[in-house]
């Protein structure tokens, strides 16, 4: 297979020495890549493998049990039968991960069959075996479940993959440098997960036309196979490789000095970065950047290019101020006097984008233009609308306001007022449970039970047995008996591989609560904003304390913003919460779609979850995705959502001022008026709930702190 040659790739300088240092010292932990699509990460990856020293294996050994190494079971066995172990070179391989790989299949698994029929243990290797000594590359890194992530990472840090299966435990070394890629605007990683790795470089397409005239005459010349491309840049290639070889021979000759070491922590402290990690993967990357120039000590680039590596995932997301990073420049000044110069120098710590101090998802679903003329149109409008507004509040004294203030105005429905309005106190909601679905879901959690194939749970009943389950003993037992397996002069049972049983395990799981949020300006009203934040911190409030992951998109104007991605940390999607503005026209289906596509990921990243939707609007929408009437379009999305099998909640602000005796009445009336005049009859929000097949309650319901009743069949309130 014909790879591009490293050397030859054009740019992401900062991408090639994130990699290269974890070919130096792999025990930095390895290199997670963030950014767009199109960006050559895989290519890198695959292109880093042939830049790396080959290695010294035990020869016929499945595991490649590495020189100087700890072997594995199967080599100390040969070694205690008196054989002497012979080694070989072999080249460093890319291993790549499926997506969709399960536990057994990352750690391996025993075969019970073997064991059953031939009295041995035998293994029977996953991922993580193939991996010693090699490269293992993860494509989509935060697509894949948080356990397997968790598995990896543990063995990535140990260097040892440890196997164990009714009592029976097998282990073998894993030693391989740990390579993740990821696009942001699919989800991203869990913070804790996040910290495990490494280093952290963030990519993007070069702006610059030059370069990007560069890089496509590369490509076209590899693909064309050109005459001498490939002898070129394989020249640069083989000198890396000996900048590698050499920097793992002196690796440890380059000293840390105690003002380094004092220098990086009290950096990394001023940062507000939690842990240690940071601190470690900056002096070891450090220090491989060194060896990797030829240097025999650090110098103030060294440590300014391992700060952009080692920190950018473990700063905070609340970001960071311009007094920290102005500290940490003086800091590496005072370090390296003479050596820090201003000129054509990058920042150390780059500034966040930030709204409102915050750092937002990004992922942005906008109602498209159809044409010029409509974009030319719109433009006037605002224009004549801006123009008429400044000229009113100059007759007034010079004090404007944001429209016109005439309700009928049509130039004044394309500006949009922006506000940020305070949540109320939270309050204890209705219990919000998921309801028992007859799907095997195994995601950490305390909301809702359901069948797992995890080895935890509570084991509630016996089934056939399968290769990776637990095996159920009792009922395994008793089937060896009535199958007849016994002897009849010692009364022993001899199990066959057909009387297995497996458990079937119960378990409480975590869900994936999803809120959709109208934040156009129908909704400031009644101080209907304040309600509904309160609302929302409330039921955060309760996700954190039954673990699971939350995610928070609002809709307003012409535009649904995921303004947080699927997380764990519900602190942090109350904080962007209070920070949201409101204002515009309501584009529902635009929120809806946002949500659909959203979910899709999350079911493909974290199918153990079951998602659970809570819409909060007041249904009154008024701009459509692909035009026509914005509330059929609506409750089109909300069919697609029912066909996908999402559990729906819509909390209907419109209705929030009424008591429940009010409310029931309201209802009757509107069951009856559906009955007569139509599908559109019963409010908006009712009519989209019920295309959604979704709850239906007012926000006023949600904030009855005596209704604590669970759920029952498919009711989720």
Same mark, same amino acid.
Request: aromatic share 4%; glycine share 10%; hydrophobic share 40%.
């Given at each position: 297979?014909?790879?591009?040659?490293?050397?030859?790739?054009?740019?992401?300088?900062?991408?090639?020495?994130?990699?290269?240092?974890?070919?130096?010292?792999?025990?930095?932990?390895?290199?997670?890549?963030?950014?767009?699509?199109?960006?050559?990460?895989?290519?890198?990856?695959?292109?880093?493998?042939?830049?790396?020293?080959?290695?010294?294996?035990?020869?016929?050994?499945?595991?490649?049990?590495?020189?100087?190494?700890?072997?594995?079971?199967?080599?100390?066995?040969?070694?205690?039968?008196?054989?002497?172990?012979?080694?070989?070179?072999?080249?460093?391989?890319?291993?790549?991960?499926?997506?969709?790989?399960?536990?057994?299949?990352?750690?391996?698994?025993?075969?019970?069959?073997?064991?059953?029929?031939?009295?041995?243990?035998?293994?029977?290797?996953?991922?993580?075996?193939?991996?010693?000594?090699?490269?293992?590359?993860?494509?989509?890194?935060?697509?894949?479940?948080?356990?397997?992530?968790?598995?990896?990472?543990?063995?990535?840090?140990?260097?040892?993959?440890?196997?164990?299966?009714?009592?029976?435990?097998?282990?073998?070394?894993?030693?391989?440098?740990?390579?993740?890629?990821?696009?942001?605007?699919?989800?991203?990683?869990?913070?804790?997960?996040?910290?495990?790795?490494?280093?952290?470089?963030?990519?993007?397409?070069?702006?610059?036309?030059?370069?990007?005239?560069?890089?496509?005459?590369?490509?076209?010349?590899?693909?064309?196979?050109?005459?001498?491309?490939?002898?070129?840049?394989?020249?640069?290639?083989?000198?890396?490789?000996?900048?590698?070889?050499?920097?793992?021979?002196?690796?440890?000759?380059?000293?840390?000095?105690?003002?380094?070491?004092?220098?990086?922590?009290?950096?990394?402290?001023?940062?507000?970065?939690?842990?240690?990690?940071?601190?470690?993967?900056?002096?070891?990357?450090?220090?491989?950047?060194?060896?990797?120039?030829?240097?025999?000590?650090?110098?103030?680039?060294?440590?300014?290019?391992?700060?952009?590596?080692?920190?950018?995932?473990?700063?905070?997301?609340?970001?960071?101020?311009?007094?920290?990073?102005?500290?940490?420049?003086?800091?590496?000044?005072?370090?390296?006097?003479?050596?820090?110069?201003?000129?054509?120098?990058?920042?150390?710590?780059?500034?966040?984008?930030?709204?409102?101090?915050?750092?937002?998802?990004?992922?942005?679903?906008?109602?498209?233009?159809?044409?010029?003329?409509?974009?030319?149109?719109?433009?006037?409008?605002?224009?004549?609308?801006?123009?008429?507004?400044?000229?009113?509040?100059?007759?007034?004294?010079?004090?404007?306001?944001?429209?016109?203030?005439?309700?009928?105005?049509?130039?004044?429905?394309?500006?949009?007022?922006?506000?940020?309005?305070?949540?109320?106190?939270?309050?204890?909601?209705?219990?919000?449970?998921?309801?028992?679905?007859?799907?095997?879901?195994?995601?950490?959690?305390?909301?809702?039970?359901?069948?797992?194939?995890?080895?935890?749970?509570?084991?509630?009943?016996?089934?056939?047995?399968?290769?990776?389950?637990?095996?159920?003993?009792?009922?395994?037992?008793?089937?060896?008996?009535?199958?007849?397996?016994?002897? #009849?002069?010692? /009364? &022993?049972?001899?199990?066959? $591989?057909?009387?297995?049983? %497996?458990?079937?395990?119960?378990?409480? =799981? !975590?869900?994936?609560?999803?809120?959709?949020?109208?934040?156009?300006?129908?909704?400031?009203?009644?101080?209907?904003?304040?309600?509904?934040?309160?609302?929302?911190?409330?039921?955060?409030?309760?996700?954190?304390?039954?673990?699971?992951?939350?995610?928070?998109?609002?809709?307003?104007?012409?535009?649904?913003?995921?303004?947080?991605?699927?997380?764990?940390?519900?602190?942090?999607?109350?904080?962007?919460?209070?920070?949201?503005?409101?204002?515009?026209?309501?584009?529902?289906?635009?929120?809806?779609?946002?949500?659909?596509?959203?979910?899709?990921?999350?079911?493909? #990243?974290?199918? /153990? &979850?079951?998602?659970?939707? $809570?819409?909060?609007?007041? %249904?009154?929408?008024?701009?459509?995705? =692909? !035009?026509?009437?914005?509330?059929?379009?609506?409750?089109?999305?909300?069919?697609?959502?029912?066909?996908?099998?999402?559990?729906?909640?819509?909390?209907?602000?419109?209705?929030?001022?009424?008591?429940?005796?009010?409310?029931?009445?309201?209802?009757?009336?509107?069951?009856?008026?559906?009955?007569?005049?139509?599908?559109?009859?019963?409010?908006?929000?009712?009519?989209?709930?019920?295309?959604?097949?979704?709850?239906?309650?007012?926000?006023?319901?949600?904030?009855?702190?005596?209704?604590?009743?669970?759920?029952?069949?498919?009711?989720?309130?």
């Amino acid at each position: 297979m014909r790879l591009f040659p490293f050397s030859a790739i054009v740019g992401q300088e900062l991408l090639k020495k994130g990699l290269l240092v974890n070919a130096v010292d792999p025990s930095i932990g390895g290199v997670l890549i963030r950014g767009e699509k199109g960006t050559g990460k895989t290519t890198a990856v695959r292109a880093f493998a042939a830049v790396l020293p080959a290695k010294e294996t035990v020869s016929g050994c499945r595991f490649g049990c590495l020189r100087g190494v700890p072997p594995c079971g199967e080599c100390q066995s040969r070694e205690a039968q008196g054989e002497s172990l012979a080694y070989e070179e072999r080249p460093v391989e890319v291993v790549d991960l499926p997506l969709n790989a399960s536990e057994d299949r990352v750690v391996g698994s025993l075969d019970l069959e073997a064991a059953l029929r031939e009295g041995s243990k035998k293994f029977e290797m996953g991922v993580l075996g193939k991996a010693n000594g090699n490269l293992l590359y993860i494509d989509e890194v935060n697509l894949l479940d948080d356990h397997v992530v968790d598995v990896l990472l543990d063995v990535a840090v140990s260097g040892r993959n440890v196997v164990m299966r009714e009592g029976v435990t097998y282990s073998h070394p894993s030693r391989f440098i740990l390579v993740g890629t990821m696009n942001p605007e699919e989800g991203e990683l869990r913070p804790q997960l996040l910290d495990r790795f490494g280093l952290c470089v963030e990519i993007a397409g070069e702006k610059e036309i030059a370069l990007r005239k560069q890089i496509v005459d590369r490509v076209l010349s590899f693909e064309s196979e050109e005459p001498g491309f490939l002898t070129q840049w394989g020249k640069g290639d083989r000198r890396i490789l000996r900048q590698v070889e050499e920097g793992r021979a002196r690796l440890h000759d380059v000293p840390i000095p105690d003002h380094i070491l004092k220098t990086v922590t009290e950096a990394v402290a001023a940062l507000g970065v939690a842990g240690h990690r940071g601190d470690i993967a900056i002096l070891k990357t450090a220090r491989a950047l060194a060896v990797l120039r030829g240097g025999t000590g650090l110098s103030a680039a060294d440590l300014s290019d391992a700060i952009r590596l080692a920190l950018p995932h473990r700063i905070p997301r609340s970001g960071v101020g311009d007094r920290a990073a102005r500290h940490v420049e003086r800091l590496l000044s005072w370090a390296f006097p003479g050596e820090m110069k201003e000129e054509d120098r990058e920042p150390v710590v780059p500034l966040p984008d930030t709204t409102h101090g915050m750092k937002r998802a990004g992922v942005v679903f906008r109602a498209p233009v159809h044409s010029d003329e409509e974009l030319e149109r719109q433009a006037i409008e605002q224009a004549t609308a801006a123009r008429r507004r400044s000229e009113r509040g100059a007759g007034a004294g010079g004090s404007s306001s944001s429209t016109c203030g005439d309700p009928d105005c049509d130039l004044c429905q394309g500006f949009v007022e922006e506000n940020i309005i305070a949540p109320s106190a939270p309050y204890q909601v209705r219990k919000i449970v998921v309801p028992k679905g007859r799907k095997m879901l195994d995601a950490p959690g305390k909301r809702s039970r359901a069948r797992t194939a995890s080895v935890r749970g509570r084991y509630v009943r016996s089934g056939p047995w399968k290769k990776g389950r637990d095996v159920a003993m009792d009922a395994t037992l008793f089937t060896a008996v009535a199958n007849g397996h016994v002897e #009849r002069s010692t /009364g &022993r049972i001899r199990v066959a $591989v057909e009387d297995l049983r %497996g458990k079937r395990r119960e378990r409480k =799981v !975590g869900n994936l609560i999803l809120v959709l949020l109208d934040a156009s300006a129908s909704m400031e009203t009644q101080k209907r904003m304040v309600a509904t934040k309160g609302a929302v911190l409330s039921l955060l409030r309760d996700a954190y304390v039954k673990r699971d992951r939350v995610g928070l998109i609002s809709f307003r104007d012409t535009v649904a913003e995921v303004v947080v991605s699927p997380t764990g940390s519900a602190s942090m999607a109350a904080m962007q919460l209070t920070w949201l503005a409101s204002g515009g026209t309501t584009p529902l289906s635009i929120g809806m779609f946002a949500a659909v596509r959203t979910l899709e990921v999350e079911q493909v #990243r974290d199918p /153990g &979850r079951k998602p659970l939707l $809570v819409l909060i609007t007041d %249904g009154r929408a008024n701009v459509a995705y =692909v !035009g026509g009437e914005p509330l059929e379009e609506a409750v089109r999305m909300g069919k697609i959502l029912r066909r996908m099998g999402v559990t729906s909640l819509v909390i209907d602000t419109d209705r929030m001022m009424m008591g429940p005796a009010a409310l029931r009445a309201s209802m009757e009336a509107t069951e009856k008026t559906k009955k007569t005049r139509g599908i559109f009859s019963g409010g908006p929000a009712k009519t989209v709930a019920d295309a959604m097949g979704a709850k239906y309650l007012s926000l006023a319901e949600m904030s009855q702190s005596a209704i604590l009743a669970a759920i029952r069949a498919r009711a989720i309130i």
